[in-house]
Nanobody, 120 residues
Framework: QVQLQESGPGLVKPSQTLSLTCTVS??????????WSWIRQPPGKGLEWMGA???????YHSPFLKSRTSVSRDTSKNQFSLQLSSVTPEDTAVYYC????????????WGQGTQVTVSS
């Protein structure tokens, strides 16, 4: 059974960089053919896909977030991470890490989510 767990600060100040880590157990992040994504949900809004890293290391990010988003991984720790730069209060959301099969949007496995608030 694959399990994902997000970790990171719950409060970030405006203009700073948000950093979150997802620790994966029960399966390797290098296993074919999965990709590992970050998805967020601002209060009162729908889910927003932010970016991903695939099993072989390819990166993908949402064009709506442009260059603010970076997804990386540490295969030795079986973790992948999100960095979101220049945050504003509009980046306040519950952030989730997920797994899906390449070529699909079937996000079958999810972390429990972590609340991040951007405020001074």
């Amino acid at each position: 059974q694959v399990q994902l767990q997000e970790s990171g600060p719950g409060l970030v100040k405006p203009s700073q960089t948000l950093s979150l880590t997802c620790t994966v157990s029960g399966g390797s992040i290098t296993t074919s053919y999965y990709y590992w994504s970050w998805i967020r949900q601002p209060p009162g809004k729908g889910l927003e896909w932010m970016g991903a890293i695939a099993y072989e290391g390819s990166n993908y990010h949402s064009p709506f977030l442009k260059s603010r988003t970076s997804v990386s991984r540490d295969t030795s720790k079986n973790q992948f991470s999100l960095q979101l730069s220049s945050v504003t209060p509009e980046d306040t959301a519950v952030y989730y890490c997920t797994r899906a099969t390449v070529g699909t949007r079937d996000y079958y496995y999810w972390g429990q989510g972590t609340q991040v608030t951007v405020s001074s």
